[in-house]
């Protein structure tokens, strides 16, 4: 069976077609600028076809698609004969709100539901159902999976979702927490109790999933019990460029003060502040490191930050849960940034977690960063969030 994979964003939309029989990776891409002009980079990665990479004209998500599946099975760039052999399409779709704990086959009473979790996330969701109508339009009735960043952190308990504000609002308007990342937190615990050789449903397991974006999940026999980020991506750990958490009081302060509007407001604090605000150089990680070396002290307080507090949050949910077996770090810093392990993993030296310097200083796949007599396990596992998508998809079509 062969999936394709399918993250559609508001101007651009990534792909990857996967041989499922041994789950294998045959093309990825990305569309880029649809609506602007457009730009597709294809890579064919069986065959020994070459890449394409190159402008072509995408007025809305429809051509992208066309393009995509053209360049799939064309005779210089193309994996597969035809599009018959795609035997099903998974899309990422940010929010399910609470209608959706698992991934679901598409169909109208799904698409209406897509419709009503759009408030939730207005800038994600309307380009996640721009992008399956598109699929709709130019594969005609290939079955269609939807895989939530959502659905994972659905098993919280209402102590760890729920805000204290008003029980109204709650139950009117759904303000909880909903908590992203949740298909990387769920792809990465399972391979964890696979190299830990027990059963997830034995396991406590702090999945910290670092990138430009930055979550933690606490997950307690398999399933999700608390997670940072909230509502909106916004909340929780300081991250490349989202504040984190925030007293709200000093939202009022500063729009007061500077006569900013919410939108002002919520810009900054989306946009311009987390490392990159405190630092005031990058947000990336890298940036970061050398300014550090060289003597920075705004790039070292916001790598300080960040540490701080992923460990902070990361003890509280050893508190949550009663004890952690194990911590896991993926996305661009957890997978790339030896230095950020350390510093978190130092401030959980309590726990029983000792750091292997020479394992922690290696590349590559899912590594163990602990010692093997560490009484709490470390583990670095490169997310794949793809992968999922596609499994769910074979699943519920097959
Ligand atoms: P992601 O959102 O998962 O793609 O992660 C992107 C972030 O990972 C970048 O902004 C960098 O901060 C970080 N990153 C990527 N490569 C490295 C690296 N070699 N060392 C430190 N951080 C890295």
């Known amino acids: 069976m062969k999936i394709l994979v399918i993250n559609a964003g508001s101007s651009s939309l990534k792909y990857q077609l996967i041989d499922m029989e041994n789950e294998t990776l045959l093309a990825k891409g990305l569309c880029e600028r ?16 070459p890449v394409f990479n190159e402008d072509l004209p995408m007025p809305t998500h429809a051509e992208a698609i066309a393009a995509v599946i053209d360049k799939l099975t064309s005779a210089e760039y193309g994996v597969v004969a035809s599009m018959k052999e795609i035997d099903a399409v998974g899309h990422r779709v940010v929010h399910g709100g609470e209608k959706f704990a698992c991934s679901v086959k598409i169909d109208d009473a799904v698409m209406a539901a897509l419709d009503e979790c759009t408030p939730f996330a207005p800038l994600h969701n309307p380009a996640n159902i721009t992008g399956i109508n598109a699929c709709k339009a130019v594969m005609g009735d290939v079955p269609m999976v ?43 615990s399972s391979r964890c109790a696979e190299l830990m050789g027990k059963p997830i449903e034995e396991l406590k397991i702090i999945s910290c999933h670092l990138g430009n974006g930055s979550s933690l999940a606490a997950i307690k026999n398999g399933k999700c019990v608390d997670t940072s980020m909230g509502f909106t991506p916004l909340v929780g750990l300081p991250m490349g460029t989202r504040c984190g958490d925030l007293d709200p009081g000093v939202m009022q302060y500063l729009m007061a003060k500077y006569d900013m509007d919410i939108d002002k407001m919520l810009n900054i604090l989306n946009k311009k502040s987390g490392v990159q605000g405190i630092s005031g150089i990058s947000s990336d990680f890298r940036d970061l490191e050398k300014g550090a070396t060289e003597g920075n002290e705004r790039a070292k307080l916001a790598l300080e930050m960040f540490s701080y507090w992923v460990a902070k949050v990361a003890g509280s949910y050893a508190a949550a849960m009663n004890g952690v077996d194990a911590i896991i770090f993926t996305a661009g810093v957890g997978e790339n940034g030896p230095d950020t392990r350390k510093a978190v993993l130092d401030y959980l030296a309590f726990l029983g977690i000792e750091v292997d ?38 699943e519920i079509v097959g």
């Open 357 to 394: 310097a020479a394992a922690n200083a290696k590349r590559g796949e899912d590594i163990m960063i602990s010692t093997a007599d560490s009484k709490v396990k470390a583990f670095v596992i490169p997310t794949n969030e793809e992968l999922v998508i596609a499994r769910d998809t074979a």
């Open 34 to 49: 649809i609506g602007i002009d457009g730009h597709l980079k294809h890579s064919p990665l069986v065959g020994g076809k």
């Open 146 to 188: 939807a895989v939530f960043d959502t659905a994972f952190h659905q098993t919280m308990p209402s102590k760890a979702y729920m805000y204290a504000v008003p029980y109204e609002y709650y139950e009117n308007d759904g303000v909880r927490r909903y908590g992203f990342h949740g298909t990387s937190h769920r792809y990465v």
